[in-house]
């Protein structure tokens, strides 16, 4: 039985980035860059116009109220090729180019119209509300570089930067199996000592939202014959993640099965309370995370393992945040392993308040916390007040 900080150095060492796909930017919102970014164009392409108003030449403004003559207009995507002369003026919007001769725009707030001349008493010095061409970024800059997430934000970046297509990362696909003679899917009738497979969509969601392609295989049943035929339906997944079935009863022959078939196991157990039978290791060329049967063990320790080997696959870079808080109440001594405790973190008050029911199959404490307190393995009683570390879950 291994630390958690052992377990996620393990994922870390074991699992290599997948390899790259060109994809048109309208298809890659979440995914992660495989190599840096550079812009095919300058921004803004040509000096613009920071306000609504006139633009104008430095050296026509005297020192007293200052008269022109206006000219034509240059506007957003309409830009005037006529050249501005001395004592002349020409009407222009926010972003529109700045007309050739023109060194200042003067905002419309401080100009009184009159026919066709203007008068001003802006003294601002050249260059004022006016954007230089480049002022944002020049063709070849790098404006992104490789295991960068594509948020609306960079998204919007490149676009302006011309760019059309990107070299990404291939997202990770990722097979989900359940195991278990006593699982039945949803909507299917069930028998008094069945349960409803609850794990595998919660799973699925996870896996989406943290940048995979989830692909469902089923249930195992608990023959070693439909066991192997389930592992060999996940051939094709980058990542195989098994839920439940780890445990060494006569009716669990996942892990027999899986070193059968020529599975290498690079850890059985981890040394964390909820989550103690998770496990990782590698089958023909694709990995395998074992995640334990119970609804919380399950989903917290895929928060804390599964979230990382995706990370890492999908060459980003991802470290497990932790932030400090209040303990709401009293905590008693903890065991020999790391605890994560369901809690409910109140940002208001900055206070943490550890939930009643811990039950590692409870799956309702689940969507009642908000957070998770970590615990270190001994802890000695942490009373009320007391400052504590916590992981915000992804879910209000």
């Known amino acids: 039985m291994i630390s958690l900080d052992t377990a996620l150095r393990t994922l870390n060492d074991h699992i290599q980035t997948l390899g790259a796909e060109r994809v048109p930017l309208s298809a890659a919102a979440g995914r992660i860059l495989a190599e840096p970014v550079t812009a095919l164009r300058t921004q803004p392409p040509f000096a613009a116009s920071a306000m609504d108003g006139y633009a104008v030449r430095a050296s026509d403004l005297g020192g007293g109220d200052t008269c022109l003559t206006t000219v034509g207009e240059s506007a957003a995507g309409h830009a005037s090729s006529r050249p501005l002369g001395a004592g002349e003026a020409m009407r222009i919007s926010t972003g529109a180019p700045i007309p050739s001769g023109a060194d200042q725009v003067v905002i419309q707030e401080n100009v009184s119209l009159q026919d066709d001349r203007i008068q001003l008493r802006d003294r601002s010095s050249p260059g004022n509300n006016i954007r230089p061409a480049g002022t944002d970024f020049r063709a070849g800059d790098t404006l992104l570089t490789q295991g960068d997430p594509l948020t609306p934000a960079a998204l919007s970046l490149l676009a302006s930067a011309g760019l059309t297509e990107l070299c990404l990362v ?37 896996v989406q939202n943290w940048g995979g392609v989830p692909r469902y295989i089923g249930i195992a049943r608990d023959t070693p014959e439909d066991v192997r035929n389930k592992i060999a ?6 990542i195989l993640v098994t839920i439940g079935g780890a445990s060494v009863g006569d009716h669990d022959h996942l892990r027999t099965v899986f070193k059968e078939m020529g599975g290498q196991t690079y850890f059985e157990k981890i040394a964390t309370k909820p989550g103690k039978p998770t496990w990782f290791g590698s089958l023909g060329g694709h990995w395998v995370l074992g995640l334990p049967g119970n609804p919380v063990s399950a989903m917290v320790m895929a928060l804390l393992c599964l979230k990382p080997a995706l990370a890492r696959l999908s060459g980003t870079r991802h470290e497990t945040v932790f932030v400090t808080a209040e303990l709401g109440s009293a905590l008693p001594a903890n065991g020999p392993r790391e605890t994560f405790v369901r809690a409910r973190f109140d940002p208001a008050t900055g206070l943490t308040s550890p939930l009643t029911n811990q039950d590692s199959s409870a799956a309702s404490a689940l969507v009642a916390a908000n957070c998770l307190i970590r615990r270190p393995a001994d802890a000695k009683a942490a009373p009320k007040g007391a400052s504590t570390e916590i992981v915000l879950l992804d879910h209000p």
């Open 170 to 206: 291939r997202r990770p696909l990722v097979a989900i199996l359940s195991t278990g003679d006593e699982l039945v899917e949803p909507g299917e009738a069930t028998r008094p000592d069945q349960i409803i497979n609850s794990l595998a969509p919660a799973v699925a969601a996870m």
């Open 233 to 238: 339906d996940a051939s094709e997944a980058d």
